[in-house]
């Protein structure tokens, strides 16, 4: 420390910037724990209450497996062709117009909870390779979604609003098919990308401090 200039501000700086990116790191899942046995039964009831005509079997399976980590969603989309109708507007709209009415939605809720997408992109023609699948036709689009973690995912299947949104996706998507996944290799990452930016943004402010005169 007696070698350092300006010490104070130099623990100041690095404090700070330390600080940011544990504050990013929270919003991001970094301290996500598996859900509790308490947990699984309140998700477990909420589902089946909110469900009375379906069997939850598939998310209290995920209940199960859940470890903690961030959850990742691949969806395949197809988008209907002509104008559809949704229950709040009797004028015709685009399926892509009414989705986004559903997406937004779903989109401000992920953000706030460290969650978003990390991939979305339109489909260049029909099915390039397929086996076991009876669906001959072509999809419009593909997205892949991030998680925070499985707590988020529940979160939003049992939000009021989403559940009173989820019609304009049943409006305007023909068929759609989307499952989960526990991620064995993320090349990159936004983890990564905020840690970069943040050392930098750390390393400059030393910089400059370090340029000044006691």
Same mark, same amino acid.
């Given at each position: 420390?007696?070698?350092?200039?300006?010490?104070?501000?130099?623990?100041?700086?690095?404090?700070?910037?330390?600080?940011?990116?544990?504050?990013?790191?929270?919003?991001?899942?970094?301290?996500?724990?598996?859900?509790?046995?308490?947990?699984?039964?309140?998700?477990?009831?909420?589902?089946?209450?909110?469900?009375?005509?379906?069997?939850?079997?598939?998310?209290l399976k995920l209940l199960e497996?859940?470890?903690?980590?961030?959850?990742?969603?691949?969806?395949?989309?197809?988008?209907?062709?002509?104008?559809?109708?949704?229950?709040?507007?009797?004028? !015709?709209m685009s399926s892509k117009e +009414? #989705?986004?009415?559903? $997406?937004?939605? @779903?989109?401000?809720? &992920?953000?706030?909870?460290?969650?978003?997408?990390?991939?979305?992109?339109?489909?260049?023609?029909?099915?390039?390779?397929?086996?076991?699948?009876?669906?001959?036709?072509?999809?419009?689009?593909?997205?892949?979604?991030?998680y925070r973690s499985m707590r988020?995912?529940?979160?939003?299947?049992?939000?009021?609003?989403?559940?009173?949104?989820?019609?304009?996706?049943?409006?305007?998507?023909?068929?759609?098919?989307?499952? !989960?996944?526990?991620?064995?290799? +993320? #090349?990159?990452?936004? $983890?990564?990308? @905020?840690?970069?930016? &943040?050392?930098?943004?750390?390393?400059?402010?030393?910089?400059?401090?370090?340029?000044?005169?006691?």
């Amino acid at each position: 420390m007696k070698n350092l200039k300006n010490p104070l501000q130099t623990i100041i700086n690095w404090s700070f910037w330390s600080i940011l990116f544990l504050l990013f790191s929270w919003w991001h899942g970094t301290f996500e724990r598996p859900l509790s046995a308490e947990e699984k039964q309140y998700y477990s009831e909420k589902l089946a209450e909110l469900n009375p005509d379906e069997s939850p079997s598939e998310f209290l399976k995920l209940l199960e497996r859940d470890r903690g980590e961030p959850i990742f969603i691949l969806n395949a989309i197809k988008y209907y062709d002509e104008p559809v109708i949704t229950k709040d507007h009797s004028k !015709p709209m685009s399926s892509k117009e +009414v #989705a986004k009415k559903y $997406n937004n939605y @779903v989109t401000n809720f &992920l953000i706030k909870r460290g969650s978003y997408p990390i991939f979305f992109g339109d489909a260049l023609g029909v099915t390039a390779a397929k086996w076991g699948v009876d669906y001959e036709g072509d999809w419009s689009t593909a997205a892949v979604v991030r998680y925070r973690s499985m707590r988020t995912l529940l979160d939003l299947a049992i939000d009021p609003t989403f559940r009173e949104k989820h019609h304009y996706k049943k409006s305007a998507l023909e068929r759609t098919i989307a499952y !989960p996944n526990e991620a064995r290799l +993320v #090349a990159g990452g936004l $983890n990564l990308v @905020v840690f970069l930016i &943040l050392l930098c943004g750390a390393l400059v402010s030393q910089l400059i401090i370090n340029r000044r005169k006691k």
